[in-house]
């Protein structure tokens, strides 16, 4: 246990000190913030590194294996119509208590966070029965998602103007570091169901149907809502660390109960099949709830250590550095923050190495980093330019989306579903957390509205590693039938010359024999 604990105090620490470093180089260069902000956000992300890595901990501990065990469970009872109604409850349930997604929702005035978490969660159950209903009845995923991005774009022409941005956001943020273990864990007993060797393809795929249907549902939610006013975020003024003390310690008690109540339905749901189905040994049962205790510390730590410090510098430097500099300046340190960010992001390591070992090394994890890398840190330009333009969201999700789907036809099935998930495997924490409170800020400070300009910075994350990883594929796709060229055609040389030697000789043959009886 102590050995796992290190190792996600390790991945912890590598998400979150790029953005530290960061934020010390844009403080003594082109936005220099309060002494006293400073000192918040270091305590603010000391405390995010502590809550990720509780929270990690108890995921592996306890969500993963629940996840696992209840979806065997439902694979066993070979009842469809009960596995359909459990998988959508499993889906609202866990949407729920996925931690970015409460913190998108508390960004947005003027609807509540339980209707927006609401539509959200049930967006999250639809999909991902589709999910399960795809991998029985072996539907092709890019169809599925042609079909799924098309309608968000019609849905986007009839829902409020200020909704758009939201609702294409929304999808990025609640595929998170809850739902993705939790889902894909379950997705690998569902798909057992069919009991042949495609069960690993299948698990993929499942992510990238969770993040459109938050979107559809959330264009539908915008029909009849508009959000209102400026931002949520509140920057404290703290003028001493009695002041931050005393700032966490009126925060502590209003997230306890949030988290309590997030993560309740899930544990329930736990404990009814546990009686009814499971049976798991006291050891077991011990284990898991040792993990959920986890999770649950882990949680009320994040949520406030990001509330209370480190969204507000996010804000503030945004805030700042538009303030201070030209917006090229903000498009480049946009840039910057996305690359390091991605690049540091311990879920982005597996996805490479993932990659690595079904190409057997034709694509290596280090051209994947710097691919990923690349690719994020686009987006998180374009997310910028689009807070200095106020161009619409849309101009940048279509075209891209286009081209990520068209590419679905000509690269490996397997690349598609990866593609489509590794979306949320960009879109980590700290990009609810940090870069959207980072362009909320530069967009109020520049005058511009939030909801249509700001909002969206997360979808653009989750897009280009997309089409990052088809090209990819593509270009794996070519690299093995050139290898595939290279292995036949010396056979078929080697084959006519065997041919023709073989033939010469019998025909030397019969003409001896033929000449011998002569």
């Known amino acids: 246990m102590l050995e796992l604990l290190l190792s996600k105090l390790k991945e912890s620490s590598l998400s979150v ?10 403080n003594y260069t082109v936005a220099p913030m309060p002494l006293w902000s400073m000192v918040l956000f270091l305590v603010s992300a000391f405390l995010m590194i502590l809550g990720i890595t509780l929270f990690n901990l108890g995921v592996d501990v306890s969500l993963i294996p629940i996840g696992e065990r209840i979806g065997s469970e439902l694979v066993k009872s070979r009842n469809l119509l009960f596995i359909v109604i459990l998988t959508f409850v499993i ?25 927006i978490i609401f539509f959200v969660s049930v967006g999250v159950g639809v ?13 092709p995923l890019s169809y599925i998602l042609i079909g799924c991005y098309l309608l968000a774009a019609i849905l986007s022409g009839f829902t409020s103007k200020d909704f758009v941005s939201i609702a294409w956001e929304s999808g990025a943020v609640t595929t998170g570091p809850i739902m993705v273990p939790f ?33 559809l549902t959330v264009l539908i939610l915008g029909m009849f809502f508009t959000p209102s006013g400026g931002s949520a975020l509140v920057v404290p003024e703290i003028q001493s660390m009695s002041d931050i003390v005393s700032l966490y310690g009126s925060s502590f008690p209003e997230y306890f109960k949030q988290i309590a109540v997030a993560l309740f ?31 649950f510390f882990g949680l009320v730590l994040f949520l406030t250590s990001v509330n209370v410090g480190f969204m507000p510098a996010g804000y503030q430097l945004g805030s700042i550095l538009i303030g201070n ?101 960009a879109s980590g924490p700290l990009a609810a957390t940090f870069m959207l409170p980072f362009a909320i800020g530069a967009c109020e400070t520049a005058g511009g509205n939030i909801y249509t300009d700001a909002f969206g910075i997360v979808a653009l994350v989750a897009m280009t590693p997309v089409i990052t990883l088809q090209l990819f594929g593509l270009v794996y796709a070519i690299k093995s039938q050139i290898a595939e060229r290279e292995v036949v055609m010396p056979v078929v040389e ?19 024999d033929s000449s011998g009886e002569n």
């Open 325 to 425: 500099n030209s917006s090229w300046v903000l498009i480049l340190v946009g840039m910057l923050i996305g690359y390091f960010v991605v690049a540091a992001e311990p879920a982005v390591f597996v996805l490479k190495r993932q990659v690595e070992e079904i190409t057997v090394g034709a694509i290596s994890a280090k051209a994947m980093g710097v691919g990923l890398s690349i690719g994020v840190a686009i987006s998180v330009g374009l997310a910028m330019l689009r807070v200095v333009t106020g161009l619409s969201i849309l101009y940048f999700v279509i075209p891209g989306y286009v081209i990520a789907l068209g590419l679905t036809f000509v690269v490996p099935h397997l690349f598609t579903s990866i593609a489509f998930d590794s979306g949320a495997v």
């Open 494 to 512: 080697d084959t006519i010359i065997d041919l023709d030697y073989t033939s010469s000789d019998e025909v030397d043959g019969d003409l001896d």
């Open 265 to 295: 339905p899930i544990i329930f749901l736990f404990a009814i099949f546990q009686v009814l189905k499971l049976h798991l040994r006291t050891k077991a049962i011990l284990k898991i709830t040792a993990g959920t205790t986890y999770t």
């Open 183 to 215: 889902v894909m864990a379950l997705g690998l007993g569902l798909a057992s169901v069919r009991g042949d060797k495609t069960t690993e393809e299948d698990s993929f795929g499942l992510i990238s149907l969770c993040l459109i249907g938050p979107i």
């Open 91 to 115: 889906g609202v349930f866990i949407s729920v208590a996925e931690p970015d997604l409460i913190v998108l929702a508390g960004q947005i005035n003027g609807v509540p966070d339980s209707t």
């Open 127 to 139: 999909a991902l029965v589709g999910a399960f209903l795809r991998i029985l009845f072996q539907f």
């Open 17 to 26: 000190i790029p953005i530290i470093i960061l934020v010390f180089f844009l």
